[in-house]
Every structure is written in C-alpha cells, then in structure tokens.
C-alpha cells in the first residue's frame, strides 16, 4: 500500500512539470510583454496604445474649415511601432467636429452624409450653430488612442498679444507669456471666448531679437507657449497663426543700447593718440549697456575710419595700418544691421534708431611719399604724377574734357564726370578702362567701400547711384553741386541749390527744401553750360560736410544749418533727418575735422573764416524722439576770422588735414598775390584758432584746389596765374617746389589745375 500511495503522489507532482513542458513545445516566451516564463499574455507584436496628434495642441477650426488629424501612430508595450491596416476615427461631439471615421478629416459642424444626386459623403462641411471644443479619437484592435482637442470657433479676422511698456534686456524674458495677454477677434471685431480659440503659434518676423517658446515646438525644454526671450537690440513684428491665419499681432522690443565705449590698449586717443604701428594690426575693445544696465554682446556695429587707405578696421574691430597718418575711428550701432525695427514704430522704446560711439584717435607714424592726379574742367587732359620718380610728368588725353575727378577709397579707379560719358581710368595704369554713355554728369563722390559712384546729370536734373562693377545704376530726380557719404557708407547726403536729398540703405530717399540761400549759389548756367568749358564752375555752392562721429550734415548758406539723423517720429510721416540747428553764421564752403571737433566754413564776401566748435552727441537718440537738437554755447560756439590780404571771387573749398591740426582755404580772384590761408584750429571749445597766410613762389596768384598728402606732411595746391602744382612743407608753412602739370585747354593755353586726387605711395 506504501508503495502505491508513493506512486499516486509522484505521478501528481509530475503532472505541473509535464503541462508546463507540453504547453511551452513551439512558443518563444520573449514573445510576451511580461517575462513570466508562462508563456500567457500581451505580446510584442499586439497593439498596446495609439498616438494621435496634435496632442499638445490640439487643432483650431473656424465655422465650416476642414482640417486633419496627424496620422496615428501603434505602438506595442515596448514603444515599438506596430503596422496597423485601418483605424475608426470618432468625435464626443458629432455636431460641432464631425468626423470621418474612415480617413480622420475634421468638419468644424457637420459632414454630408447620404447626400442626393450622388454627392459623396464627407464632402460638404456645414457650419455649427455655436462655438464648442470637442474630442477626436483613433481606435484599432479594441485599443484607443489618447484624445485630441478640437477647438470650433468663428473666423478668425485679428490677433493681438497687447502693447509692450517696457523693452526686455538681452537673454531676459518678457515678464508673462504671450498668451496671456492674446486677444481673438472675430467677424466684427467681437472677441472670441478664449476656451474656444484652442493654441495659438508665435512666430517672429526677426527672430535675431526675440524667440518664442510654442507647444508645437518638440526642440524647446521650456514647454510655456509663448515665452518670450529677448537677444539682439531692436523690435520686431510678432505673427500669431491659428486656424491656418496668420495675423501680424504685434510687436516686441529688444532693449537698445545706451551707448558704445570704444577704446584701443586702453585709451581713446585723447589728448595723446594711439599709436598703431604698420603691419601690427590691434584690436578694439567694444563695452556697451542698455537701459537696465545689462552687458550687452553680439552687436552688429559699423565701424568707421576717416583714413580708411591708410589705418583701415575691420568688421570685427581691428585695426590695421598700411601708411603713416592720423585717423578717427568710431563705430555706429545702424539700423538695418543694428537696433532695427519696422519703419512704422522707429523710436518706439528707443528701437530702429541709430547709437554712436565715442572716438578714437589712433596714429601710424612716419613719412610716406604720394602719388597724384591732377585735372581741370578747362582741359582733356588729365596727369599723373608719382612723387617716387623723377622726370616731368606726362599728360593722358581724355575722351572729353571732364567736370569732375574722384578717386575711389581704394585707389582702385578715378572717375572722370563728363556730359557726355563717365569715364573710369584704371589708377594704376592711368589708363581708360571703361567709359558708359548711360550715366552722363558730374561725379559727386564714391562710396567708402567704393561701390557706389553719385553722378549728377545737371543738364536733365537725374542722380544716378552707379555701380561701377556691374555698370548698373538707380536713379531719382534732382539738381545737385555736392555730396559725400556718412563714414559707415549707409547715409549719403546730397545739395543742390534748392533741395537737400538723403538716401539712406534702409528708408530709402528723402528729400527736403534748402532755403540756406548763400552768397555764392551755382545758377543753372555755371551747372550746365557743358559745350563751354570757361562758364562751367566747378566751385558754386551750396555744399555739405559730415561731422564726425557723424551726427549727420552741415551745409552751407547765408547761415549754416546742422541736420541730425536721430528721427523726428513725434510726425507723421516722420522726419528722418530733422534740423538739428541752425548757425548764424555764413559759409560758402565748410569741412568738419576728423577729429570731430571743428566745423570750418568760409566766405568770399565777407572773406573770412568760420570756425564753429562742436560737440558732438555720442550715445543713443534723445528719448523725446524729436531729433536732436544743438545748442550754442554748449554743443557749438562761433569763432570767425577775416581772411586778410585776399579778394577772393569765390571760395573754392576749405580743405583739413587727416590728423585735424591744420587747414588750408582756397579760392578763385580776378587779382591774387599767392597768398594761401592757413588756419590751426584750437584744441580748446569755443576758442578761436590761429590764421597765417603762406605765401606761394613767384607767379602764383590764387590758390585754387589743394590737398593734404596722407601723412599731414604736405599740401598741395594748385594755382592760378603759374598754373603749376605747388608742394607745401606743413609744418614750416613753406612752398618748396613746384611742378609743371601741363594742363591746357583745347587752345593749347595753360589752365590752373582744379581737381587733384592722392593717395600713399610708400613708406620712407
């Protein structure tokens, strides 16, 4: 009996064994979601969930749009995708977001179904009676997926995010989310209820100066919709999307800066200039803060050489000298690159509007020899003379007898203005290398960065802007007798007689009325008696200087005006280049020094010179947005000096040297003595400086053009009477020699040279 019982219990535990061997014969047990080595339960190859979207979102749909769910996607209990053949899409709420329960499409209302005269179902959407949110859902092998909000509501006609007071500091955030403040409007401007409007999307036009956190976007870790952080200066338009719309909202403004301190190995060059030897290029140091004293980084900042040849800086800041002279260095904070903002709001909280630096003065010393190019509106010839070689100099014949010569910065090209052609000579072959019959007149200036070449047509009243690599040109109506840029090369002002244009590369022309008046103004036929050379007057005013650090131009009349370019947006339109001051006191032609601290204009009748002391603003534009306005006695005070011993006909141009310690007037008589006046401006405000005349060798009776030599170490001038070039010692006030230019007119008769052009030629 024992054995059998010991047989009945054996036999009953083997039973579990041999089931469990049996049941697992042909089964993988990692075939199973829980490994519990039964081999029962969900497997990896069943549907575990469904993901439809958009989840974080949801859609928004007007009255009558159809939209779509995202494709949904299977996954098994391990998150790996599972192949579903077919889902069945279904709403909560048929009668505001009807669905097709085949392919997913939404209907904001309600599907036709079981339509007559064999229109297909799910083809018409009809528009809800009122506004809902409903749930839509994806569902296969018993498994549904997660819901998704669908948002029903009017058409959508504006989105507005509010007014911001105040502007955000760089890498801050706007203090409450943009949706917290997101009005929906619908038809007739009535707000939607805001349970019904569903996620909107921000989206900046400029995202350099804000980016936005949206639930849509998967790469953020912030998951706050609308979230704002600020980063460049400057405001932008901010587009809302919802619902397929996209709505300009609103604007966001990034703080501005204050002001921008430059300095080079510590200093500014004042009183003492920093030196910067040839080949060893140096870099500036750029600090800059805004309103809330924030450090600010990034900035997109134009920086300016007077003597860019010679001691140019880059677009990084560093600054490389290739030739002894003196130059004033600053930099700008320009919209367009910097600080902007759409033309609409410029001056909103300080945005869209220009922020300048100090200066710094910096010094390559040495001596270096000059190459020259000399030019009379009375001949076709022009010559070249390199101060290197010996031998007289030999003159080229020009196609037609030019009006006008100007070198580019880079020594590259002279442009010869003609009415019949523009004439471009190569400078270093001196030969032609170009003529365009396209952009006949008078050439007014080149470009910094020599691109541009401002051509006046005098005759048909047309400023060209001609681009010389392309022979390419825009063009705008207006009389015109000079023009010169601003340092950064964005600004160009032009004069003419009556008007005073501007072009700036961002708003474009404007054009204001000059009613300077003047002593010596150009009549129309000084302008454009082009088939007689000897009533053609290269000299007439009115004329324009740029004050460094460039508030803007100076022009010349019976009183000279300073226009500033911080923007007068208290009007509409607005004034982009507003009067900054108006001078009592006459100038038929000025200049502003490079160091930025004169003004000097002179008359021939009274013939004297003005000297206006100036103290240029830096920083960023008044707060008030009405432009800047100067004030006697303590952003300019008047100095004049009678110009003794000379009757001038007119003045000819008041020329500075690059370093601001001299300058020199010439000017056209009927009776001269070879008097040229020499002027050395104070270097205290509001004090008058010292007036010398140096008199020129035998047979020079007026001096009628001249420049300084790069280095400051010459002047030279051309005169009537001899017709020769005279070479200036500056620092003894001494002609030294003389050069015979042999320039005549077509009569083969001597003629005074009227244009000279230089540039370095070497170092000694």
Request: proline share 8%.
């Given at each position: 009996?024992?054995?059998?019982?010991?047989?009945?219990?054996?036999?009953?535990?083997?039973?579990?064994?041999?089931?469990?061997?049996?049941?697992?014969?042909?089964?993988?047990?990692?075939?199973?979601?829980?490994?519990?080595?039964?081999?029962?339960?969900?497997?990896?190859?069943?549907?575990?969930?469904?993901?439809?979207?958009?989840?974080?979102?949801?859609?928004?749909?007007?009255?009558?749009?159809?939209?779509?769910?995202?494709?949904?996607?299977?996954?098994?209990?391990?998150?790996?995708?599972?192949?579903?053949?077919?889902?069945?899409?279904?709403?909560?709420?048929?009668?505001?977001?009807?669905?097709?329960?085949?392919?997913?499409?939404?209907?904001?209302?309600?599907?036709?179904?079981?339509?007559?005269?064999?229109?297909?179902?799910?083809?018409?959407?009809?528009?809800?009676?009122?506004?809902?949110?409903?749930?839509?859902?994806?569902?296969?092998?018993?498994?549904?997926?997660?819901?998704?909000?669908?948002?029903?509501?009017?058409?959508?006609?504006?989105?507005?995010?509010?007014?911001?007071?105040?502007?955000?500091?760089?890498?801050?955030?706007?203090?409450?989310?943009?949706?917290?403040?997101?009005?929906?409007?619908?038809?007739?401007?009535?707000?939607?209820?805001?349970?019904?409007?569903?996620?909107?999307?921000?989206?900046?036009?400029?995202?350099?100066?804000?980016?936005?956190?949206?639930?849509?976007?998967?790469?953020?870790?912030?998951?706050?919709?609308?979230?704002?952080?600020?980063?460049?200066?400057?405001?932008?338009?901010?587009?809302?999307?919802?619902?397929?719309?996209?709505?300009?909202?609103?604007?966001?403004?990034?703080?501005?800066?204050?002001?921008?301190?430059?300095?080079?190995?510590?200093?500014?060059?004042?009183?003492?200039?920093?030196?910067?030897?040839?080949?060893?290029?140096?870099?500036?140091?750029?600090?800059?803060?805004?309103?809330?004293?924030?450090?600010?980084?990034?900035?997109?900042?134009?920086?300016?050489?007077?003597?860019?040849?010679?001691?140019?800086?880059?677009?990084?800041?560093?600054?490389?000298?290739?030739?002894?002279?003196?130059?004033?260095?600053?930099?700008?904070?320009?919209?367009?690159?910097?600080?902007?903002?759409?033309?609409?709001?410029?001056?909103?909280?300080?945005?869209?509007?220009?922020?300048?630096?100090?200066?710094?003065?910096?010094?390559?010393?040495?001596?270096?020899?000059?190459?020259?190019?000399?030019?009379?509106?009375?001949?076709?010839?022009?010559t070249p003379i390199d101060l290197t070689s010996s031998g007289s100099p030999t003159p080229i014949k020009l196609p037609y007898i030019p009006n006008s010569?100007?070198?580019?910065?880079?020594?590259?090209?002279?442009?010869?203005?003609?009415?019949?052609?523009?004439?471009?000579?190569?400078?270093?072959?001196?030969?032609?290398?170009?003529?365009?019959?396209?952009?006949?007149?008078?050439?007014?200036?080149?470009?910094?960065?020599?691109?541009?070449?401002?051509?006046?047509?005098?005759?048909?009243?047309?400023?060209?802007?001609?681009?010389?690599?392309?022979?390419?040109?825009?063009?705008?109506?207006?009389?015109?007798?000079?023009?010169?840029?601003?340092?950064?090369?964005?600004?160009?002002?032009?004069?003419?007689?009556?008007?005073?244009?501007?072009?700036?590369?961002?708003?474009?022309?404007?054009?204001?009325?000059?009613?300077?008046?003047?002593?010596?103004?150009?009549?129309?036929?000084?302008?454009?008696?082009?088939?007689?050379?000897?009533?053609?007057?290269?000299?007439?005013?009115?004329?324009?200087?740029?004050?460094?650090?460039?508030?803007?131009?100076?022009?010349?009349?019976?009183?000279?005006?300073?226009?500033?370019?911080?923007?007068?947006?208290?009007?509409?339109?607005?004034?982009?280049?507003?009067?900054?001051?108006?001078?009592?006191?006459?100038?038929?032609?000025?200049?502003?020094?490079?160091?930025?601290?004169?003004?000097?204009?002179?008359?021939?009748?009274?013939?004297?010179?003005?000297?206006?002391?100036?103290?240029?603003?830096?920083?960023?534009?008044?707060?008030?947005?009405?432009?800047?306005?100067?004030?006697?006695?303590?952003?300019?005070?008047?100095?004049?000096?009678?110009?003794?011993?000379?009757?001038?006909?007119?003045?000819?141009?008041?020329?500075?040297?690059?370093?601001?310690?001299?300058?020199?007037?010439?000017?056209?008589?009927?009776?001269?003595?070879?008097?040229?006046?020499?002027?050395?401006?104070?270097?205290?405000?509001?004090?008058?400086?010292?007036?010398?005349?140096?008199?020129?060798?035998?047979?020079?009776?007026?001096?009628?053009?001249?420049?300084?030599?790069?280095?400051?170490?010459?002047?030279?001038?051309?005169?009537?009477?001899?017709?020769?070039?005279?070479?200036?010692?500056?620092?003894?006030?001494?002609?030294?020699?003389?050069?015979?230019?042999?320039?005549?007119?077509?009569?083969?008769?001597?003629?005074?040279?009227?244009?000279?052009?230089?540039?370095?030629?070497?170092?000694?």
């Amino acid at each position: 009996m024992q054995r059998f019982f010991a047989l009945i219990a054996l036999f009953v535990l083997s039973i579990p064994v041999g089931i469990s061997i049996a049941g697992c014969a042909g089964s993988n047990p990692n075939d199973f979601c829980i490994k519990n080595g039964h081999g029962y339960g969900e497997k990896v190859t069943d549907l575990d969930h469904i993901n439809l979207g958009p989840a974080s979102t949801g859609l928004s749909l007007s009255y009558g749009q159809t939209g779509q769910v995202n494709q949904p996607q299977g996954f098994n209990c391990n998150g790996g995708n599972v192949s579903v053949a077919h889902y069945i899409f279904g709403s909560t709420n048929l009668n505001i977001a009807d669905i097709n329960p085949s392919t997913g499409a939404i209907c904001a209302g309600t599907w036709n179904r079981h339509s007559a005269s064999g229109i297909p179902d799910f083809t018409i959407c009809t528009p809800p009676a009122e506004p809902g949110v409903a749930q839509v859902t994806a569902s296969a092998s018993a498994v549904t997926s997660n819901p998704v909000n669908v948002y029903i509501h009017p058409s959508i006609t504006a989105v507005t995010i509010g007014s911001q007071t105040a502007c955000v500091s760089q890498n801050q955030q706007l203090g409450s989310p943009l949706t917290s403040n997101t009005t929906v409007f619908g038809p007739d401007g009535v707000a939607i209820n805001p349970q019904y409007v569903g996620t909107v999307t921000y989206n900046p036009v400029n995202s350099s100066i804000v980016t936005i956190n949206n639930t849509t976007d998967t790469t953020s870790t912030n998951p706050v919709n609308g979230l704002a952080t600020a980063h460049l200066p400057g405001s932008t338009v901010i587009n809302a999307v919802l619902s397929g719309t996209t709505s300009a909202a609103g604007y966001f403004y990034t703080c501005p800066p204050t002001g921008i301190n430059l300095a080079l190995n510590g200093s500014t060059g004042v009183p003492t200039p920093v030196t910067v030897s040839a080949g060893s290029p140096q870099n500036l140091t750029v600090s800059s803060l805004d309103k809330n004293g924030i450090s600010l980084s990034g900035l997109s900042l134009d920086y300016t050489s007077t003597e860019p040849k010679q001691i140019a800086v880059s677009s990084t800041g560093t600054v490389t000298a290739t030739f002894p002279t003196t130059t004033t260095i600053s930099a700008i904070c320009q919209p367009g690159t910097c600080n902007p903002a759409p033309v609409n709001i410029i001056g909103q909280l300080g945005t869209g509007l220009p922020v300048v630096s100090n200066t710094v003065i910096v010094n390559t010393p040495g001596r270096s020899s000059s190459k020259l190019w000399l030019a009379s509106s009375q001949s076709s010839y022009f010559t070249p003379i390199d101060l290197t070689s010996s031998g007289s100099p030999t003159p080229i014949k020009l196609p037609y007898i030019p009006n006008s010569m100007v070198l580019d910065q880079n020594g590259t090209n002279l442009y010869f203005g003609s009415y019949h052609e523009l004439m471009i000579v190569n400078a270093g072959t001196n030969t032609i290398s170009k003529e365009d019959p396209n952009v006949p007149g008078v050439v007014l200036a080149v470009s910094p960065d020599s691109s541009t070449v401002v051509i006046n047509d005098q005759v048909n009243q047309i400023i060209y802007l001609y681009n010389g690599s392309k022979s390419l040109f825009t063009s705008v109506g207006g009389l015109a007798t000079r023009a010169q840029f601003s340092p950064d090369g964005k600004n160009l002002y032009i004069i003419g007689p009556n008007n005073f244009y501007v072009y700036n590369s961002v708003t474009g022309w404007s054009t204001y009325t000059n009613s300077n008046g003047g002593t010596n103004v150009c009549t129309a036929s000084q302008l454009n008696n082009n088939n007689d050379p000897t009533k053609f007057d290269p000299f007439c005013s009115p004329d324009v200087a740029v004050a460094i650090p460039a508030i803007g131009p100076f022009i010349t009349g019976s009183n000279t005006t300073a226009n500033g370019f911080c923007p007068n947006t208290t009007v509409n339109p607005p004034i982009y280049y507003p009067l900054a001051a108006t001078i009592a006191t006459a100038s038929d032609h000025l200049t502003a020094t490079n160091d930025g601290n004169h003004i000097l204009g002179a008359t021939a009748n009274p013939a004297q010179l003005a000297d206006i002391s100036v103290k240029i603003p830096t920083g960023a534009c008044p707060s008030s947005n009405t432009g800047i306005q100067l004030q006697q006695g303590t952003n300019y005070a008047i100095n004049t000096t009678a110009l003794a011993g000379i009757t001038p006909t007119e003045i000819s141009g008041v020329v500075s040297s690059p370093d601001a310690t001299m300058s020199f007037v010439t000017y056209t008589a009927a009776s001269a003595s070879g008097l040229l006046p020499a002027y050395k401006p104070s270097t205290s405000f509001g004090t008058s400086g010292t007036l010398t005349n140096v008199q020129l060798s035998t047979g020079a009776q007026a001096p009628v053009s001249g420049v300084f030599s790069p280095d400051d170490s010459t002047f030279f001038v051309g005169t009537s009477g001899d017709n020769l070039l005279h070479i200036v010692d500056v620092p003894s006030l001494t002609d030294t020699k003389t050069i015979d230019p042999k320039l005549v007119n077509p009569s083969g008769t001597p003629v005074p040279v009227q244009f000279i052009a230089v540039q370095p030629r070497s170092t000694t």
